[in-house]
């Protein structure tokens, strides 16, 4: 069992980048401290043909330092979150799972020349 082997069979199921797949590697062999074989990444590649950016919900699958994956914590977001599971509402494009942010407020006058006598400060420091 080789490395191309895994990486072929990690890429079986869905679509990903070489190095996406030897990140997923690498990730198994420090987090879970077992090697990856070539059933698991089967396993895997199956998991993620089930989500919609199979490269957005390997990026979080990575960054939250999860054990393993299922597809579910993607695209069933609410499901796991109701159990609080940190999971965000619009990681891997989910239906209906993004919340977009509230409009900006704009600065009245008064933190506009707050900002701008504070720019003039440290400007005329630099100068001098």
Known sequence: MSRADIIQALQSEC?????????IIEHRQKVVKVPLTVRSAR????????????????????VKGWRGFEAEWITQPKKYQEQNNPTPKNVGGAPG??????PRKEPTAAEKARVQALVNKVTGKLRA
């Open 15 to 23: 679509s990903m980048s070489d190095e996406t797949a030897l990140d």
């Open 43 to 62: 396993a895997i590649s199956k998991q993620l043909a089930m989500v919609p950016d199979v490269e957005a919900a390997v990026d979080l699958w990575l």
């Open 97 to 102: 799972a993004f919340e977009p942010l509230p």
